[in-house]
C-alpha cells in the first residue's frame, strides 16, 4: 500500500502473471476518507510506535474463542409478509410523529404556507395515510429518476408517470415536502442537530432490537452528500459536494444488515472513543470486525481484544506499522509478518505496492490459490487473512447495488436529507429481515415496490379497521396539459359526462371548455369527460373531442 497520506486509497491489483480470468488479490473499492479532526493522544501514538522491540516473528496463532451472539431476527410472526415486515422498522408511531410535528410546524409559523397565488392551496393538517402515501412517492422516485421534480406530474404522454398525479396533487406533495418537519423547530440553530435525536434514537433502536448479526461484523465510513455548508460534517475541496455528513456504520458482514450507525457531528472525540461507542452494544461477545483503512493505532485494537472484539483489516503504512516491518524489500507474491501477543501485521506484495494487513483473528500461514505464476511456474499463495478479508468483504460489496434505489432527495434542509438515509437504510434492513426469514429471491426493486404499494393504499386499509370514510366528493384534479391518447377510442361509451366537483368554497365551479378554448372562445362549463379528466360541453363539444384528430 502507498504511504502517501491522499485521500483516496486503491486497494485493488490485478494479476498479470497469475492464469487469465483471476480475480484482484486484494477485494475492495476506491475508498474515499471524508474525515473530520479527530485528535489522538500523542503519547499513545510515541508508545505505539517504541513498541517495535516486543515484536516478534515467532507465530503464535490466537485462540479464538467461540461467539457468544443469538443471531436472527426477533418479533417477527409472519416472515413472508412485507408489510408486517416494513412495520418492525417504519411503524405507525414514527409516522404519526412526523404527521404531528408537520402539523405544529404549520401553526408554528404559517406565513410560510400562505397562499401566494389563487393557484396556490391553502394548507389543510396532514393525516397518517396521507403521510404513507407521501413516503411511497418519494420510494417510487428513487426508481423512476426524473432531473425536474415536477416532471413526475407531468401529463405529457411521453413522460408521464400516471401515479403520481393518481396519488396526490402537485401542489400538496410540495406542501407537505415544505412543511415536513420532525421536531425541534424552535431550537437555535448552532444546535439544529438535536432535531434529529428522536428520530435518529428510534431507528438505532429498531435496528439492533428487530435482528442480532452474525460473528462477523463490518465497520465502514459513509457519507451523505450535502452541497451548502455546516457546522459539522466533512470536507473535500476536489469534490463538487465539497461539504458532506460523515456516517459510521456497523453491518452484519454476509448480509450487510446495518447494525449501529452514528451521525457523526461531535468535534472533539478521539478516534479510539468513537469506535469503542459505535461497537458498544458487540462488546464481549467475540464478534470480529473487518476494516478497510480506519484504525489509526494499535491500541484501540487491543482496547477492543480486552473486551471481548477481534479485529482484521487493511492499515496505513503510515500509521502504526513497526519499523522492522517497513524496510523490507519484498519481492512480488511475498509475504513478512510480526507479532505482539495476538496482534499479527503482515506485509505482502501482490504487484507493485505491499499490502499491510492488521488482525487478531488468523495465523501468518499462507494458502495456496491453486493458480501459478508465469515467470516462475510456482503457486501463488495468499496470507490466511487476506483470503478471510476478500471473501467478507465481496459479499458486502454485492450489497452496494442497493444503493441504485436511493430515496435521498435534494432538500434545503439538512435533516430531511439524513432522515431520508435513516428511512433507506430501514427499507434496506427490512430487505435483509424478509430474506433471512422467509428465504425469499425477491429482489430490492420489487420489495421496494410492495412497500410504496402498501403506502399507497393505506387510507383503504384504515377504512376497512373502522376509521371514518373519506368524503366521496373530492374535488377533481387539474385537466391535463396534453391531450390523453385515449381521447380518440372507437366506443364512445367509454366516456362519460360527470360534473365538475370542487373544493367547496365554490357551489358550481367551473372550467374553460377544451374545445372552444382550441378554437379561442372564450366560453367555461360545469360538466366534464371523466376518462379524460378535460372539462367539455355536453353535445358538440363532448362528440368533437372524441371523433375528430383536430378538433
Known sequence: MSGSSDNFYLLTSSDEEGSSGSESDITSKRFTKYRLPIYSDSEEDNNDRQAGAEWTEIDAPPEVHSFRGEPGPRGLEDA?????TVQLFVGDDLVQSFVDETNRYFQHDKNLFTPTTSKTATWTDVT???MKKFLALIVIMGQVEKDDRNDYWSADPLIATPIFSQTMTRNRFRQIWQGWNFDGDDIPEENKSISIASVLAYFIRKFQGVYK?????????TVIPWRGKLPF???NSGKSEKHRILVRTVSEALTGYISNLKVYYEQDQKLNESVLNILQPYLNLWHHVYVDNYYDNIRTIEKLLERGTRVCGIINRNTCIPDCLKH?????YEARFRRKGDVLIQAWKPKHKTVYVISTIHSADLIGTGKSSKRTNEEIKKPTCVVEFNKLLKSVNRADQYSCYSILR???????KVVLYLINCALFNAFVVHKQSCKSDLHFKKFLLCVARDWITAEEVAVASGDPQPSSSMPNKRAPKYDPPSRLSLDMREHTITKIVGSGKIENPRRPCRVCTAAKKRSSTVFMCSTCG????????????HTLEKY
Open 328 to 332: 523490507f524489500n519484498l519481492q512480488k
Open 233 to 235: 460534517g466533512s470536507h
Open 534 to 545: 378535460v372539462a367539455l360541453h355536453v353535445g358538440k363539444c363532448f362528440e368533437k373531442y
Open 80 to 84: 413472508g409478509n412485507v408489510k408486517q
Open 128 to 130: 397518517v395515510a396521507e
Open 213 to 221: 448479526p452474525g460473528r462477523d461484523l463490518r465497520l465502514s465510513e
Open 410 to 416: 435534494r432538500s434545503k434542509r439538512w435533516q430531511k
